[in-house]
């Protein structure tokens, strides 16, 4: 099975600050990797797909990028919406895996 | 437009079986998987298996002895069977679906509890 690791578990941030979670996959998946936000409450909700594609209908304060077997998702310029948890999803091969989440909070 | 919809009992009693159904629209499940997510109470995703469009099914290895995964077609509905539960087993249960595993049901909770 593919594992992905995904730091930080928590994150403080001030309001406008840049933002970047990772996620490190044990190995190659390509692109294969999505981004979520989940609020409490909620089902998640996709934000990027294959890595680096912006969801319709996402603000553009969102973007992804990868390298290798590391994701990053950042969020520029941090809004009170943007509290939420964050996960990571690899589905390149089954079994599919997610990271453990990271919860965003406001410092 | 695509739709999902997850049903079933709110309580299970420890050591019986889950039966939850995904109840889709706005789509076929001839052309797209459909997966099951599970998730604990104020904790992370867990991806437990998936229906694919071709019939043909995957699970978490974890899960894998206890879990069912199957489809009525005609019916636009996929069912999860998940045996021998325990507590935590509680969770909420999401059915999930697109080509970008972009379209989620708004979960089921299900408490395991005597």
């Known amino acids: 099975d593919i594992q992905v690791t995904q730091s930080p578990s928590s994150l403080l941030a001030s309001l406008g600050e840049r933002v970047t979670i990772t996620c490190q996959t044990s190995q190659s998946i390509s692109n294969n990797l999505n981004w979520y936000q989940q609020k409490p409450g909620q089902a998640p909700m996709l934000l990027i797909y294959y890595a680096t594609s912006l969801q319709t209908g996402m603000t553009s304060r969102f973007s992804g990028q990868y390298s290798g077997r590391s994701f990053t998702l950042t969020i520029t310029s941090l809004e009170p919406e943007d509290i939420a948890n964050y996960f990571c999803?690899?589905?390149?091969?089954?079994?599919?895996?997610f990271g453990s989440g990271t919860k965003l909070e406001i410092k | 437009q695509v739709q999902l919809k997850e049903s079933g009992p709110g309580l299970v009693q420890p050591s019986q079986t889950l039966s939850l159904t995904c109840t889709v629209s706005?789509?076929?499940?001839?052309?797209?998987?459909v997966h099951w997510v599970r998730q604990p109470p104020g904790k992370g995703l867990e991806w437990m298996g998936r229906m694919r469009y071709n019939g043909d099914t995957s699970y978490n290895s974890a899960l894998k002895s206890r879990l069912s995964i199957s489809r009525d077609t005609s019916k636009n509905q996929v069912f999860l069977k998940m045996n021998s539960l325990q507590t935590d087993d509680t969770g909420t249960y999401y059915c999930s679906t697109g080509h970008y595993f972009d379209y989620w049901g708004q979960g089921v909770m299900v408490t395991v509890s005597s």
């Open positions: 999803l690899q589905h390149y091969s089954a079994p599919l895996t």
């Open positions: 706005g789509f076929s499940l001839t052309s797209y998987n």
